[in-house]
Structure formats: structure tokens, C-alpha cells
């Protein structure tokens, strides 16, 4: 792994650009997901699943906003949030999240925040669940 300063957020990627991940479900299926986006986490945070909070990372770094996916279980209950970090707007996040997953399942709700505002609160809470409802 390696980090990288997103605009003053210290990013550690887990799954670079090109890289493969699979598992096997719970069901006994295999799965696998190929990362066209540098994807991991925002160090020192918390999200609410008690890990540090994931994201992904686009190439349009001046983005005014942060788009924070509330993924879903495979029952449709919540599972976690993932950060988008670096897209243009709504759409080129949502586009960027699903291109990792075989089905349309796992999106839910999509909040937007300023960026300024997301790192402020992830330098002063560090806890997602803090900020988003």
C-alpha cells in the first residue's frame, strides 16, 4: 500500500488502478472486481462499520464536492459508506462506483458535501456517521 495527499487528506490505497480483488460470497459464488480507480481509505477516521472510511479516487481533483455512497447489503439494508473523492459531479461518482460491481444492488442514497466541509469535519470528528444522516 501507499499513500497519497488528497488535497490535504491522507489517503492510503489498498487497490490501485488495474489491480484484481475476488472472494466467494456467502453464498459460495466467487466474485471478482478489477479497480479502474485508486481505491482505499482515509487514515485516521472512522466510518460507521468501525473501520476507517473508504474511498475512491478520480482525476478531477478540484472538484467542489465529495459524494458519500450509502452502500447496501445484499438484503438491502445499509452496509457502509464509501467516499468519492475527485469526480466532476453526482454522476461521474455514481458512474465510477457502479464500474466496480456487477449489479445495481449495492447503491443507495448518494449525499453530497462540500469538499471544504467534508475535510473539516474529517479533521475535527473523523467519524462519517457524525456527519451524515
Not at 43 to 59: A, Q
Not at 115 to 120: A, D, V
Request: charged share 30%; glycine share 10%.
Amino acid at each position: 500500500m501507499h499513500r497519497i495527499n488528497f488535497r490535504g487528506l491522507n489517503i492510503r490505497i489498498e487497490q490501485k488502478v488495474g489491480s484484481v480483488r475476488e472472494g466467494v460470497n456467502k453464498k459460495g459464488e466467487p466474485w471478482k472486481v478489477r479497480f479502474y480507480y485508486p481505491y482505499g481509505f482515509i487514515c485516521d477516521t472512522m466510518g460507521k462499520d468501525g473501520d476507517e472510511i473508504d474511498c475512491f479516487i478520480g482525476d478531477y481533483w478540484e472538484s467542489e464536492n465529495v459524494y458519500i455512497i450509502h452502500q447496501l447489503r445484499p438484503d438491502g439494508l445499509y452496509d457502509e459508506d464509501k467516499v468519492m473523492l475527485g469526480f466532476r459531479d453526482l454522476s461521474s461518482a455514481r458512474d465510477a462506483y457502479l464500474a466496480h460491481y456487477s449489479t445495481q444492488d449495492f447503491i443507495g442514497k448518494i449525499t453530497a458535501m462540500p469538499f471544504y466541509e467534508f475535510k473539516e469535519k474529517m479533521k475535527t470528528v473523523g467519524r462519517i456517521g457524525a456527519m451524515v444522516k
